[in-house]
C-alpha cells in the first residue's frame, strides 16, 4: 500500500450560502498534494460549490456568502486581504461545458501567461504554448493549425484546450467541475488518461456524477448530499465497503 | 360608403366565425365522425373567404373608379362642345365639374358644365350602386361556397395556413416594392439632374450655390447660363461638412455610449442598472428639433463666449454645437445596443477568464468586448448613419452656408441640411436646382449603402464566434 502523500488542501467547517440559502453546511475536507480527490453527489448536493471555494470563483456571485476556512498549503485563503489574482495563478480550473476564448488556439493558451507577466519574449510565449498543449495531449493534433480559432475544435479537444489553457500558468492545483459531462465516451477516454497523467505534478479534485469515472482516476472520494460530506476516505474503500448507509445507497443507484 | 361597406363585411365576417365554430361542432356530433381540424379553424375559413374577396375587389374598384368616371366624363363634356387644348386643361375642366356636384364652385356655369355635371352625379350614383350590388353578390357567393367546402368537412386547416401564408408574403412585398419605387424616383430625377450638370462636375466640384441655378427650363439653357451653372453644383463641401460634423459627433458618442454601455452591462448593481438604463434611453426620445434649438440658442453662443475669451473668433453657428449636440442624442443608441450585446456574451466565457486569475477589467477588455465587438460595431454604425442622416440639429445649429472648411468653429453644412433648404418653399421640378436635392438623396443613399457593406465585411473577417 502506497503512502498518503502530504495534505494541499484543508478546509474547515465550511459554509456557504446563496442569500437566504445555505448551500454547504460545515464541510472539513483534507485534499492530498498529487493525487486525484473525485466529488460525488446527486445534483445540487454542493460538490461544484464546494471547488469553487478553492479557487474563490463564488467571488463572482453577489449572492453568495462563505464562511469557515480553507487553507492552501497552511494559509487561509477565505480572507478578504488575498490576493484573488495570485490564488487563481496557483488554482486552476476546467469548467463543464468546455469554455474556450473565441480566439485562435494560440491565443487561448497565451491569455494567462500574458496576464500574469510570464513570456515576455515571443519564443518564450511559444515554449508555454508548445509544453502545455503537449502536457494536455493536444499538441500533435493542432500543431499546424494554431492561429486557428478554438472554438472550431471538437468538443473533447476544446475540452483538452480548456485544460491546457489551465495549465498554462503552471498551477498548483486543478479544479474540474464535470469535465467530461458534456463529451461522448472516447474523448472522455482521453481526458481521464490525460488526469491520471497530470496527477503526477498536480493536485487534482473532479467534480463528477459518474461513479465509474471516481472509480478510474481518483485515489480519494468525497460524497456529498444535501450540502453536507457524508463520507470521505480512499476511493477503493468508499466503493467497496462505505461505512454510511447513504453511500451504499447512493453508489449502487438506490438514489440519486 | 366604402367605410359602411368595410364596417359591413368585418361584421358579418366575424358573426360567421362563431357560426362556422358551432356549425361543424354540430355536424361533427351528428354524423359522429373526427374533424379535419379543430372547429375554429373552420370559423377563420369562413371568415377569410367572406372578408379577402370583397375587400380586394372594394380595393381594385376604388382605384379603378375614378379614372373611368373621368375619362367618361371628360368625353361628354367634349360631346357638349367644350373646348381644350391638352390634358391640363382637361383635368381643368373635370375639377370643376366634381366642384360644381359638390356645390363648392363660385364661378360662372355655362350649360355645357351644367349638363356635364348632371352627367357626373349620374355616373356616380350608377357606379356607386353597382359597386354595393356587385359587392353583396360577391360575399353571397364565397360564402356559399365556402359553407359547402365546410360541410364537406375540408382541411380548413391547411387552407387557413396557405391563406395566412399568402398574406405575409403580399406584406413583405409591399414593404420590398415600396424600396425599390423609392430608390427608382432618385434615379430617374438624378438621371435628369446629371443630363444638364456633369456628373464630374458634381462630383469633385468644390462650389456648392444652387441658388445661382435660376434658369426656367433645363432644356432651354444658353451656352453662358450653362457654364454658369457648371461650377454651381460642388459636391465635396457637402461631403465634407457631413463627415466632419458626423467625426465630430462620433468622437462624443462612441467613448461615453460604450463605455456606459460596459459600465450598466459589466459593473452597475442590478438597482443602479434598473433606474440608469430609461434615463438614458430618454435621451432618443427628445426630438431632435428640441436638440436643435438647444444647440443653436445655448451651446452655440456658449462656444462664442468661450472662444472669444480665448481670443478666438467663433462662428455662433458652429459645426463644433451641431456635432457636439448630435453626439449627446446619439449616445443612448450606442450605449443601449452595446449593454445589450456585452449582457448577452455567455458568463462561461467570462468565468473561464476569471479563473485563470485575469481581472475585472482584464476579462473586459480581453475577452467579453471582442466576444461583443460584432454588436458593438452594429451598434456604432447604427449611430454613424443617424449621424449622417440627421438633419435637424444641423439646419440650426450649423448653418447653411457651404464652407470648405476643416475648422470646427466655423459655420458647414451638411447634405441633408441642403435638400431641405432646397425643397422648402415653392419650387419648380425641371430646374436643375430642385432636381439636385435628387441626385443628392442618391449619393447619400449610396454612400451609406457603401458604409454598411464596408463594416459588414470587416466585422465578418474580424470577429471572434462564440457558440
Known sequence: ???????????????????????????????????????????????????????????????????????????????????????????????????????????????????????????????????????????????????????????????????????????????????????????????????????KTYTIVIVTHSMAQAVRVSQKTGFFHLGKLIEVGKTEKIFKNPDNKMTQDYITGRFG | MNFVLIFLITIFSLSLFFYGRSKT?????????????????????LVLWCSIPSLVFLLIWS????????????????????????KNEANLIYEKIKAIHLGTYFGDIDSILRESALAYAKFINLFTNSKVVLIFAIVIVSVIYSLKKINKNNKARDDVEIILKGLLFVSSLIAILTTLGIIFSLLFESIKFFSVINIFDYLFGTNWSPQRAFVRDASSITAAEFEELKDAFGFIPLIAGTTFIAFIAMLVAVPIGLFSGIYMAEY?????????????????????????????????????????????TVSSESALAAGLIMGIMIIPYVSSL??????????????GSYAIGATKSETIKKVVIPAALPGIIGSILLAVSRAIGETMIVVMAAGLAANLTINPLESTTTITTQIVMILVGDQEFDSPKTQSAFALGLTLFIATLILNYIAQRAVKKYREKYD
Open chain 2, 338 to 351: 452595446s449593454d445589450d450585446v456585452i449582457n448577452s456574451v455567455p458568463q462561461s466565457l467570462r468565468d
Open chain 2, 63 to 86: 382605384l379603378f373608379e375614378p379614372v373611368i368616371i373621368k375619362s367618361i366624363i371628360i368625353e361628354t363634356a367634349a360631346n357638349q362642345g367644350a373646348i381644350f387644348n391638352d
Open chain 1, 1 to 199: 500500500m502506497e503512502l498518503m502523500n502530504n495534505v494541499k488542501i484543508k478546509s474547515k467547517n465550511l459554509n456557504v450560502y446563496y442569500g437566504e440559502k445555505q448551500a454547504l453546511f460545515d464541510v472539513n475536507l483534507d485534499l492530498n498534494e498529487k493525487e486525484v480527490t473525485a466529488l460525488i453527489g446527486p445534483s445540487g448536493c454542493g460538490k461544484s460549490t464546494f471547488i469553487r471555494c478553492i479557487n474563490r470563483m463564488n467571488d463572482v456571485i453577489d449572492i453568495c456568502k462563505v464562511s469557515g476556512n480553507i487553507e492552501i498549503d497552511g494559509v487561509e485563503i477565505n480572507d478578504k486581504n488575498l490576493d484573488v489574482v495570485s490564488l487563481r495563478e496557483r488554482v486552476g480550473m476546467v469548467f463543464q461545458k468546455p469554455n474556450p476564448f473565441p480566439k485562435s488556439i494560440y491565443d487561448n493558451i497565451s491569455y494567462g501567461p500574458k496576464i500574469h507577466g510570464k513570456g515576455e519574449t515571443k519564443s518564450e510565449l511559444d515554449e508555454i504554448v508548445e509544453n502545455s498543449l503537449k502536457k494536455a495531449a493536444l499538441w500533435e493534433e493542432v500543431k499546424d493549425r494554431l492561429d486557428e480559432p478554438g472554438t472550431g475544435l471538437s468538443g473533447g479537444q476544446q475540452q483538452r484546450l480548456c485544460i491546457a489553457r489551465a495549465i498554462s500558468v503552471n498551477p498548483e492545483v486543478i479544479l474540474m467541475d464535470e469535465p467530461c459531462s458534456a463529451l461522448d465516451p472516447i474523448a472522455t477516454a482521453k481526458i481521464e488518461e490525460l488526469i491520471d497523467e497530470l496527477k
Open chain 2, 268 to 312: 452597475a448593481s442590478l438597482k443602479i442598472r434598473r433606474i440608469s438604463k430609461p434615463i438614458i434611453e430618454i435621451l432618443a426620445g427628445i426630438p431632435t428639433v428640441v436638440y436643435g434649438f438647444f444647440a443653436a440658442l445655448t451651446v452655440g453662443p456658449f462656444f462664442r463666449q468661450i472662444g472669444e475669451n480665448f481670443g478666438l
Open chain 2, 25 to 45: 361542432k354540430s355536424i361533427a356530433i351528428e354524423k359522429n365522425i373526427k374533424l379535419n381540424a379543430l372547429p375554429k379553424f373552420y370559423g377563420y375559413y
